[in-house]
């Protein structure tokens, strides 16, 4: 278990409470008082250091080691059923971006999402989850692929952006962006879109338009991660901790800027801590979200959607 420098409280008193167990087990010492106040000390610990997270300690988190990944959560939503597909038919097979098709229960889906890697050697593989235009080529090429057969869309976000080299924007790397907001705003089946780790600029809105977009509570979704802005603004990453105030990049703040539509809960500690019971929150979720989608016609999804779209960023004076 990797712990950040604000869970150190944390990682002492699970050290302690762990020789308080040995010292229990390896002798004849009753120890179970002990034990129990160091549980409950840890355990109060956690609630003060999770209540109060700060938006920088919330990007911390949302890059977790240890948190589950797009895959991750393909491989626990729909098992064997998960068949990838592969290339925009183009250029290549963009290894960030991850798609195909799943079943929930009965339920088919499309589910596309950016994965990042878990050492060195997956993350150079991946691109660090940063994906190229080809990438969001065979994004749209999936979604378009579910709209013709009916199938719903899941879009699982977790990139620090689309992949900036020469060779990207040679590619047409704006373009491919936006041509898959243009098109994911007239897809005429639902659209469920979590944001699972990092939601990073375009990266991020590239399969981030949807008739439903939720966050989990410890992810952070910005036109600009704390650091690139801190270097702009101050010409130093020093003061990345101000920026993520200011930028108001948390799921509580994107939920009262009516840019997200629903925060999901974490188990305390964040998703790593119990990512069976992140799984299946998920899980809940999107299940419940898609009962009430399946209900409206292609048109009323399509009409929904662009006004909700419309209807950000409008200020009353």
């Known amino acids: 278990m990797e712990y950040l420098d604000f869970e150190l409280p944390i990682k002492e008193l699970e050290e302690q409470l762990d020789k308080c167990r040995v010292i229990g087990s390896e002798s004849d010492i009753d120890v179970t008082d002990t034990c129990k106040q160091i549980e409950k000390k840890l355990n109060d610990t956690k609630k003060e250091i999770y209540k109060n997270l700060t938006a920088w300690q919330r990007v911390q988190l949302s890059r977790h080691p240890s948190r589950p990944y797009t895959l991750d959560y393909i491989k626990a939503l729909f098992g064997e059923t998960f068949l990838e597909l592969h ?95 243009l098109e994911m705003t007239r897809l005429k089946v639902p659209v469920i879109v979590v944001i699972i780790g990092e939601g990073a600029s375009g990266g991020a809105l590239g399969i981030g338009v949807g008739d439903k977009v939720m966050m989990l ?84 999804l399509v009409n929904n959607r662009m006004d909700k779209y419309a209807g950000m960023g409008v200020f009353k004076g």
């Open 87 to 181: 290339g925009d038919r183009t250029v290549k097979d963009d290894k960030a971006m991850i798609g195909g098709m799943g079943k929930i229960g009965d339920q088919s889906f499309m589910v596309i999402g950016t994965q990042k890697g878990y050492n060195t050697k997956t993350r150079q593989y991946r691109n660090f989850g940063m994906a190229n235009p080809e990438g969001y080529r065979k994004a749209l090429r999936l979604m378009k692929m579910a709209e013709k057969f009916g199938i719903p869309v899941i879009s699982l976000i977790d990139t620090p952006g689309a992949y900036p080299g020469i060779e990207a924007e040679e590619r047409g790397q704006g373009e491919a962006i936006a041509r898959n907001i």
């Open 217 to 300: 509570e410890n992810t952070w979704y910005s036109v600009i991660s704390p650091e690139s802005c801190s270097s702009i603004l101050w010409r130093s990453w020093e003061y990345k901790e101000q920026a993520a105030e200011a930028l108001k990049l948390t799921a509580p703040d994107m939920k009262k800027l009516k840019l997200v539509d629903e925060i999901i809960k974490e188990p305390l500690g964040g998703a790593h801590s119990n990512r069976e019971a992140t799984y299946k929150t998920i899980e809940k979720t999107i299940l419940k979200v898609y009962d009430e989608l399946k209900k409206l016609s292609p048109e009323e």
